[in-house]
Every structure is written in structure tokens, then in C-alpha cells.
């Protein structure tokens, strides 16, 4: 049963966030590698925000779960690295894309925007520690990119979105959190309505919501480790 890890976790960041005497942050669930029979369980316990690192399976799922009755509207966030080819199907499957990095993405994504939605959410993907393995463009590069989205009325630019370096000891990664709390204060500077800085997994939420968080990623504290790697062509 995955209610009683939904409310653990809820608890938990609602702790986080008054001990920091901050607000409490969106909850995101990550549910990468997780039947849709998971995701409706999450969804019945009244979770609405759902993210997911693939399109293609962004898409399987949900297609099986528009097949489910009664299931209310879900949110879907893609947060893994969004391939060129992909932006046309990554425009029409989700509310929001977390990982934008760079300017090539920002017209395909806005052009195939369907006119009937409302303009796709966007968070710029910043790799706050220059590490060669993950994608996000500069710190930087992030003022002219926020331009670039800004310009295009399909598209919502709403803030950034950070993935630290993976210390071993949890407080080794604060100073990514404080830096990138303070390239998100430049950014709402010059795009005021940017309001969402997405940082912060199930190991180091906490310290992401005392330095600034708005939106964390969730997946291991709510589903449990990963077993399997899914297959995407």
C-alpha cells in the first residue's frame, strides 16, 4: 500500500519546511520505472503531480491509465533529458518539461505546443556543479535562455531546476542548493512571475527546502527502490 508512504512523505517535507520556517514545497512524485497500477494508486491517495525521466514511457503509462474510471486529472512533469527529436511528443504529453537547457529546444517545444492547452511549464535545467555526466546548461547561459522562452507566448517560463552532485554526506550538497537559490532570486529579478525551483530528492529534501525549495522530487520514499530498468527504444 503506498497511502501510508504518501503520508509519511508528506509529513516529513511539512517538518522539513516549518523547522526551516519555510513554506511547504510542491510534492513530486517520480514514478520512473513504476506500473500505471502505481501511479493510480498514488492518485487515489491524492497525489496529482507526477514526473517521469522518458516520453516513451510517459506515454505507455498513460495510455493504460486513461483506460482506468474515475481517475482525476493528473499533472505530468517530464524530468529526464529531453532528446531534440522528442520535443514534438514531449509538448503534447506533459504540463510540464523541468529539463530545457538549451536554445534548440525552445522553438520545437513552443511550435508544437497544441493551440487548445494551456502554454507548456517550463524550468530551466541548470548543472549547478559543472559535473561532465549531467545535462543543464551553465549558470551563465541561464539569462539568455529564460529570454528565449519568455519570447514564446506557448511556453510558461516558471523557474529552474537543479540536480546537485551526489556527496555522500547530505550537507556536502547545500552549497548547490544556496547557489542555486540564488540564480532562481536573479531570474524572478528579470522574470517576476518565475515562481517554482525544483530541487531536492528523497535523500536530501530537507536541506533542499531549508535553502529554498519549491518542488521536490520524490520516488524511492514513495515507491520503494527500483527493481528493473524499463526498455525504451
Known sequence: MLAPALHEVRQRLANAALAARRPAPQLLAVAKAQPATAVAELAAAGQRAFGEN??????????QLATLPDLPELEWHLIGHLQSNKARDAAVLFDWVQTLDRTGLVAA?????????????????????DETSKHGCE????????????AEPRLRLRGLMVIPAPHADIEDRRPAFARARALFEA???QHPHA????????DDCA????????MVRVGTALFGARTGKPHHP
Open 139 to 150: 549558470p551563465g547561459a541561464m539569462t539568455a535562455l529564460a529570454q528565449a522562452i519568455a
Open 109 to 129: 517545444l513552443a511550435r508544437h505546443r497544441p493551440a487548445d492547452r494551456a502554454p507548456l511549464n517550463v524550468l530551466i535545467q541548470v548543472n549547478i556543479d
Open 54 to 63: 522518458y516520453v516513451q514511457e510517459a506515454a505507455a503509462k498513460q495510455t
Open 207 to 214: 536541506i533542499a527546502i531549508a535553502e529554498g525549495a519549491t
Open 187 to 189: 531570474l524572478r529579478g
Open 195 to 202: 515562481d517554482t525551483l525544483s530541487m531536492g530528492m528523497s
